[in-house]
């Protein structure tokens, strides 16, 4: 039989753990326009512990027989199954998109110059690595750590942001000179209320202040100053805030305000689209922008593409570091409220071991002890057993 | 009332915090006189509508649910 002709567009996690699981069956396309895979969990430890970048060839995460083709997408155009290229079309039998987000700093004034000078976990190593610059001369005063905007990557990281940098500034004994507020758009320090209650525990006995409701709408660089539309202003001797994220916006027709996909939450078609699938950060559901959903998502498209009706059930599952050698992990699903896990040595042991874990992870090769530790730690088992 | 300024914001089948996500996106673009009605299924929003309406001094008009879908009228007096 003929083998069809997958194509990934944008080589993300989710991308490369998806080429894996298909290169058997299919014939495996991936398009990027960047040749080097960043491990982005480690911008926080780059950033508030001046750790090395972690990178790595993309090629080199992929199957052998898996084509790479370094170019950039322009647009998915999937009434004439087309992907149009800087140079060029490429047809397909199915699509897979997953172009993931990216901080935009052009949504709030003043964010691009506070951006310049600060840098954050959000960018790049460059942006990190100067954020770390900040954190070491940092000398006391206030500290505004937080999120900018309801959309971004990864949500527990503004948290770990704040817990990680209190942590540095009270082993350098700055802590009587600073106040650290944490500012979130969000009602409550973490959305999610039942990690909230350790969020809010963990924050409130190391001093951290939080501000709720805190959307922001302009940044003045000059006066040290962050407005929030619901009328709050902060000062700010250092800041580190999360930018608006956005999607690529290159699937025509089905790109939302922010460039986001619209995705079927359960069967991740695009529109109604049964050879077009949309996965990871690009996609517009309302579930946590990180890896391992792009991980959980492969599963549920590979599954799909051979016939079978598997359905996406918004499975997230976050480490969490709470600073201190404590983690843990938000667990949930669409239907299921995340778990009540306690932040522990533990935890934080298994969050710090996806840094050797990573890439053995992408090429597949964990697959076995993942797919016993998700259905192990599936939220919506737990529910239905109670 | 005055239709023409009134937004809804269809957050059904999203969960916290969705709902007060896509209120706040669309403050983010309002003006005083607004009416912005937010329809959610996760029961949060009643809380987080009211907390978020007092901090940013708005007016909830009214808290309705029609086959259990929530509905939650706000009146923009500050922005």
Do not use: V
């Given at each position: 039989m003929e083998r069809k002709k997958v194509v990934i567009v944008g080589c993300g996690d989710g991308g490369i753990i998806l080429a894996h699981r298909l290169i058997k069956d299919f014939d495996v396309t991936l398009i990027d326009k960047n040749t080097m895979h960043y491990f982005q969990p480690w911008q926080l430890h780059i950033a508030f512990h001046g750790a090395k970048e972690k990178k790595i060839e993309k090629r080199k995460l992929l199957p052998r027989r898996a084509n790479f083709v370094n170019k950039e997408v322009k647009s998915v155009d999937l009434a004439n199954r087309k992907i149009v290229l800087s140079d060029g079309e490429m047809g397909y039998d199915y699509v897979v998109v997953d172009t993931g987000s990216r901080g935009d700093y052009s949504k709030i004034p003043g964010h691009n110059e506070l951006f310049n000078e600060f840098g954050d976990t959000h960018s790049d190593t460059a942006g990190a690595q100067r954020l770390w610059s900040k954190v070491k001369s940092f000398s006391g005063g206030d500290a505004v750590i937080g999120?900018?905007?309801?959309?971004?990557?990864?949500?527990p990281s503004p948290n770990e942001a704040a817990f990680m940098f209190e942590e540095y500034i009270n082993k350098h004994k700055l802590k009587p000179k600073t106040k650290i507020t944490f500012v979130t758009p969000f009602p409550r320090a973490y959305p999610a209320e039942p990690i909230n209650e350790f969020v809010e525990q963990a924050m409130k006995e190391r001093g951290i202040n939080i501000m709720t409701f805190f959307d922001v709408e302009s940044i003045d660089t000059k006066n040290r100053t962050i407005s929030s539309i619901e009328g709050d202003t902060i000062h700010y001797d250092f800041a580190a805030l999360v930018p608006p994220h956005v999607g690529a916006g290159i699937v025509k027709d089905f790109s939302d305000n922010d460039g986001f996909i619209k995705t079927d939450k359960f069967k991740l078609n695009i529109g109604n689209y049964d050879d077009a699938f949309c996965m990871g950060d690009a996609t517009n559901i309302q579930t946590s922008k990180s890896a391992v959903t792009g991980h959980i998502q492969s599963e549920v498209i590979s599954e799909r593409l051979r016939g079978k009706d598997a359905r996406f059930n918004g499975r997230t599952h976050c480490p969490f570091e709470f600073g201190y050698h404590k983690a843990t992990f938000v667990i949930s699903s669409y239907t299921a409220p995340a778990l009540k896990l306690k932040p522990s040595t533990t935890n934080y042991l298994m969050k710090m071991g996806m840094k050797y874990l990573a890439w053995p992870v992408l090429k597949g090769e964990m697959n076995w002890f993942f797919g016993f530790y998700f259905n192990m730690t599936d939220p919506d088992k737990r529910a239905k057993s109670k | 009332m005055a239709d023409e300024n009134k937004k809804i914001v269809d957050a059904r089948g999203s969960s916290c915090p969705g709902p007060i996500v896509e209120l706040s996106k669309a403050y983010r673009v309002a003006k005083v006189g607004d009416i912005i009605e937010v329809w959610a299924t996760?029961?949060?929003?009643k809380a987080d509508a009211q907390a978020w309406a007092n901090k940013t001094k708005n007016q909830v008009l009214d808290v309705k649910e029609e086959n259990g879908v929530i509905k939650v009228t706000i009146k923009i007096l500050n922005r």
């Open positions: 999120i900018s905007y309801p959309t971004y990557k990864c949500p | 996760d029961p949060g929003i």
